[in-house]
């Protein structure tokens, strides 16, 4: 089966590819336009493993949380793709994935994604039990909701970010960070999305991104519409 995965819900790109006989992960960061960029990076990959968008068997991506526009690119594009051949589409929360890309027995794992205006997209697992569905939140909001653990995983490249603010925020925890994310992140959406194709199927045509909190864009037109209510008032 020849699978191909991506993450484009932060600034960074997780891609991978796997064949029956080869797997490559490719991590971009820095100067980097998903919108522009995304569809060259993965002609490169199926190029080196000298496959034809036709020959995609699955496709996999992360849908939310995370960036508005990232991940509208990362599905449009594989949405792009499936219509283009008879390859199949899964979508995977993103926090999920991180989890699993450096999952830990016997403490809990949390994943964390920079969700700006001083927030954080977050969750929390112990041993496959969620200790905090993903929110949208602060590292105060957390602190109750971990029930005296004291020993925590965080991944996501917003980790140490995310660590530095909860300590300063009066968190009583040895936190680890998980310094190589989002190393792993395909093979973890590799695992999660042959998981949910066997369990649910492929996505819905219509299936979108997972949006916690509403866009910039969304937040100033409510904003506009309750101005002008106002004033019909």
């Known amino acids: 089966m020849n699978i191909l995965c ?21 991590l971009i960061d820095g100067n980097f336009s998903h ?21 995609l068997d699955l496709l996999i991506a992360t849908k939310g949380p995370g960036s508005f526009t990232g991940l509208r690119v990362g ?6 793709i499936r219509s283009a051949s008879s390859a199949k589409l899964v979508s995977v929360p993103t926090l999920d994935a991180m989890i699993e890309s450096n999952r830990h027995q016997g403490i809990a794992d949390m994943a964390v994604i920079d969700a700006k205006k001083q927030r954080f997209y977050i969750r929390i697992e112990k ?24 020993e925590i995983a965080v991944t996501g490249k917003d980790a140490a970010k995310f660590v530095k603010k909860a300590l300063q925020e009066g968190a009583c925890c040895n936190f680890s960070v998980d310094c190589f994310a989002p190393r792993n992140l395909s093979k973890a959406l590799l695992k999660l999305g042959l ?17 916690i ?4 864009a969304e937040e100033a037109l409510l904003k506009k519409m309750r101005e002008k ?5």
């Open 195 to 211: 998981e949910q194709l066997e369990k649910y199927g492929e996505d819905e045509i219509g299936a979108g991104p997972m949006y």
């Open 127 to 150: 041993d496959g039990k969620v200790l905090c569905e993903t929110i949208d939140g602060n590292p105060s909001d957390i602190i109750e909701r971990l029930n005296g653990e004291k």
């Open 75 to 80: 599905l449009a594009t594989l949405k792009g």
């Open 213 to 216: 909190r509403r866009s910039d």
């Open 229 to 233: 209510a106002n004033e019909t008032n």
């Open 35 to 55: 919108s522009e960029n995304l569809l060259e990076e993965i002609t490169s990959l199926l190029k080196r493993a000298k496959l034809e968008l036709r020959d």
């Open 6 to 26: 991506l993450d484009t819900s932060t600034e960074v790109l997780s891609i991978g590819l796997k064949t029956d006989s080869s797997f490559e992960e490719r």
